[in-house]
Every structure is written in structure tokens, then in C-alpha cells.
């Protein structure tokens, strides 16, 4: 009796910032297809914190953009990780 199915929600996902990445057409590429894990953020800073330790590993496994998407908006991107 009272086992947890009524009332919190709690286990619906937060609105998250997180990176799209895309491979040199422009085509999403699974994170895991790669062997790499993309963190959800909680705010923009801690997602370009995390894009700024590990996008040389991003672009040596063939991603070429990313974009940034706060939940389902898209905040800007594509964004090449080349150099120009």
C-alpha cells in the first residue's frame, strides 16, 4: 500500500542542455556508435565546459559539428570543431 505510483514525477528528464553531433554531411551521429557518452548540463556553461575538455576526441572519432540544444530548442550550430 503506497508504493510509489501516485503523485512525484519526479523521474521525468529536466530540461537539459546537451550537444547534437554531426558528421561532415551534417547527419546526427549516436554518441554511442562512437564510444563516446555526452553529458546532459544543467546550464550553458557546464555544456560548453564539457564541449571544451573533449571535442579533439569528438573530431578524431569523425564528428565534425556540434550543436547546442537547451532541452528541444536549438540554441545555435552547427558549430565546426576543425580549425578553419
Known amino acids: ?10 523521474n521525468l528528464p529536466a ?5 547534437r553531433l554531426e558528421d561532415s554531411s551534417g547527419a546526427a551521429v549516436q554518441p554511442s556508435s562512437i564510444g563516446v557518452e555526452v553529458p546532459g ?8 565546459s564539457w564541449l571544451g575538455e573533449n ?6 572519432k569523425g564528428v565534425a559539428t556540434v ?3 537547451d ?3 536549438e540554441v545555435y550550430g552547427p558549430m565546426g ?4
Open 1 to 10: 500500500m503506497g508504493h510509489g505510483t501516485s503523485g512525484s514525477i519526479t
Open 15 to 19: 530540461m537539459t542542455w546537451h550537444w
Open 41 to 48: 548540463a544543467d546550464n550553458q556553461g557546464d555544456a560548453e
Open 55 to 60: 571535442w579533439r576526441e569528438l573530431l578524431d
Open 67 to 69: 550543436t547546442l540544444f
Open 71 to 73: 532541452g528541444d530548442d
Open 81 to 84: 570543431l576543425a580549425a578553419p
